[in-house]
Each structure stands twice: as structure tokens, then as C-alpha cells.
């Protein structure tokens, strides 16, 4: 479930728990105004069963506010982040065209802003940005199969080696 979906059915849920609520308070109020029949002797309900009836309207009451906090909780949180990933979608659009206007500073600083880390392998390089993405520009589903190696020539890229030599060097600690 996408969290858009999923933040219209916590808003669906809270709608109803809200409606449940309204109705349990209006029961609460009749069967407080209950009360002064009682005592005046002029209603069919005994003191006992009254205030059974009251105790138990008032935990259930209890209950709907505590799953009402919960579920406002929920919707803050999805609300929150869906809002966050927004912001850092448009802070990423038309990046290209932005970091090709900067100078080498700030393009360094633009990288460090994006890449996590850069694992660099025999056969194989892998970016981890910190930022999370499923899916390509235009909507189409990002394929791990699609992955190129060293072997691969980009467009306008140069060819690279099958093998890679490190350049680590162990420590030679005396």
C-alpha cells in the first residue's frame, strides 16, 4: 500500500472513530440527564444499573480517545514524511541542470549532499545515495538487471577494465 493510500484510510478510519465518539458523548448526556430522574424516583432505571451503564459508556469513551490519539498520531507521522520526501523530490529536480551551473566547490558539495556512500568492487561499482528512489524519471519501475559493469561503455563514458588493482595499502606499523 502506497502511503498516500494509506493516509486516506488512517483519515477514513479517524472520520468514523470521530463519528463513533459524537454518538457515544450524546449517549453519555442522556444517560447523565438519567440521573436526576432517578433520584427523583420518576425513571424506570435503577441507581445500580445507571451507573453500570454510565461506567462502561465512559471506558469506551476512554478507549475511542486513546485510539483517536493514536490514529492522529499515525497521520502526523505519514503526513510528515510524505511531505519530507516531497521537498526532497523538487530538491532534486532539474539537478542536472543545477549542478552544471556551479562551480567545482559547490558541485563537490552537492555530490557529498546526494551520494552516501561508493563502493568500488572487481567488477562492479555501487552508488548508495541517501535518498530513497524506486523509480526512474517517467515513472518507469527501476530494474537491478539493467545494472552495468566495468565492462559497459556509457554514452560518452570510457571503457573500463574487467580487473580494478586496489590502491589500499596495509598499514606497516613498526
Known amino acids: ?4 493510500e494509506k493516509e486516506a484510510v488512517l483519515s477514513e ?17 442522556k444517560l447523565r440527564e ?7 424516583g420518576e425513571s424506570l432505571w435503577s441507581q445500580s ?3 453500570n451503564a454510565i461506567e462502561t459508556k465512559e471506558q469506551e469513551l476512554v478507549q475511542i480517545k486513546k485510539k483517536q490519539k493514536e490514529l492522529e498520531f499515525k497521520i502526523s507521522e505519514v503526513s510528515s514524511y510524505l511531505s519530507a520526501k ?15 551551473l556551479q562551480d567545482t ?29 524506486d523509480y526512474l524519471p517517467g515513472g518507469s519501475k ?15 563514458g570510457v571503457l573500463c577494465p574487467a580487473r580494478v588493482q ?8 613498526r
Open 105 to 133: 566547490a559547490m558541485k563537490k558539495s552537492m555530490l557529498i549532499n546526494m551520494i552516501d556512500r561508493i563502493t568500488v568492487y572487481d567488477d562492479k561499482i555501487t552508488v548508495k545515495y541517501r535518498f530513497k528512489c
Open 34 to 40: 438519567e440521573v436526576c430522574k432517578v433520584i427523583m
Open 13 to 29: 478510519q479517524l472520520k468514523h472513530l470521530l463519528n463513533d465518539k459524537t454518538k457515544l458523548e450524546k449517549e453519555l448526556q
Open 142 to 156: 527501476y530494474d537491478k538487471s539493467n545494472d552495468l559493469g566495468f565492462e559497459s561503455v556509457l554514452e560518452g
Open 1 to 4: 500500500m502506497e502511503l498516500k
Open 166 to 173: 586496489s590502491t589500499y595499502q596495509p598499514n606497516r606499523a
Open 49 to 51: 444499573t445507571l451507573s
Open 86 to 100: 516531497k521537498k526532497t523530490c523538487s530538491d532534486f529536480e532539474d539537478w542536472g541542470e543545477k549542478f552544471d
